[in-house]
């Protein structure tokens, strides 16, 4: 099996920066693409990062030039650097990773459990 496990979510004043980090471990050979989805009662969840295992990244227009998607290989890591945070970002991120088994090498889909993220105005 697979986990992941998200941490540095709070509660972080306008403006300000909070840096969210998610490890896999388990059965893994290989991680292929993994990124950040925020969820906000009422809504459907959103992709908010993307990054590839080459490093390539995309990102939702609402957080264009203010979060920074990133990953350490070697750790099966990934982190989302969030400056300039609104209250708008207020949301439960979760992880997510298109991981390889190392038992059978099929790519299967895992989640994090999530973690809350409030920016207060």
């Known amino acids: 099996q697979v986990r992941l496990v998200e941490s540095g979510g709070g509660l972080v004043q306008a403006g300000g920066s909070l840096r969210l980090s998610c490890a896999a471990s388990?059965?893994?050979?290989?991680?292929?693409?993994m990124g950040w989805y925020r969820h906000t009662p009422g809504k459907q969840r959103e992709l908010v990062a993307a990054?590839?295992?080459?490093?390539?990244?995309d990102y939702a227009d609402s957080v264009k030039g203010r979060f920074t998607i990133s990953r350490d290989n070697a750790k099966n890591t990934v982190y989302l650097q969030m400056n300039s945070l609104k209250p708008e970002d207020t949301a439960v991120y979760y992880c997510n990773a298109e991981v390889v088994w190392l038992r059978n090498r099929q790519p299967n889909t895992f989640w994090g459990q999530g973690t809350q993220v409030t920016v207060s105005s």
């Open positions: 388990g059965s893994i050979f290989s991680i292929n693409a």
């Open positions: 990054i590839t295992s080459g490093g390539s990244t």
